[in-house]
């Protein structure tokens, strides 16, 4: 069983940075694809970031150039979000997939907010 925890939201203005966190417990050894998505009211949960095991990166068009993906060893995940914008805002999950075994989990989300 895998937990994931977020951490690092808040609230910044347009053009500020945040980094989110994400940490992982159980299964360490295995090898996931971790991943950022996000949920804006009334909207539906769409892809920000993911990165492999081995390292490969993908991004949404929306965010291409401002947010990095990073993972440091097998429990750390990390977005880097910078230049955010207002459609930005949105909780943001963190996601880990065994490709193995198909195995998906979710964190609790924690809320990003762009505002002046």
């Known amino acids: 069983q895998v937990q994931l925890v977020e951490s690092g939201g808040g609230l910044v203005q347009p053009g500020g940075s945040l980094r989110l966190s994400c940490v992982r417990s159980g299964s360490i050894f295995a090898a996931y694809t971790m991943g950022w998505y996000r949920q804006a009211p009334g909207k539906q949960r769409e892809l920000v970031a993911t990165i492999t095991h081995g390292g490969s990166t993908v991004y949404a068009d929306s965010v291409k150039g401002r947010f990095t993906i990073s993972r440091e060893n097998a429990k750390n995940t990390y977005l880097q979000m910078n230049t955010l914008k207002p459609e930005d805002t949105a909780v943001y999950y963190c996601?880990?997939?065994?490709?193995?075994?198909?195995?998906?989990?979710w964190g609790q989300g924690t809320q990003v907010t762009v505002a002046s």
């Open positions: 996601n880990a997939v065994r490709p193995s075994t198909a195995e998906n989990y």
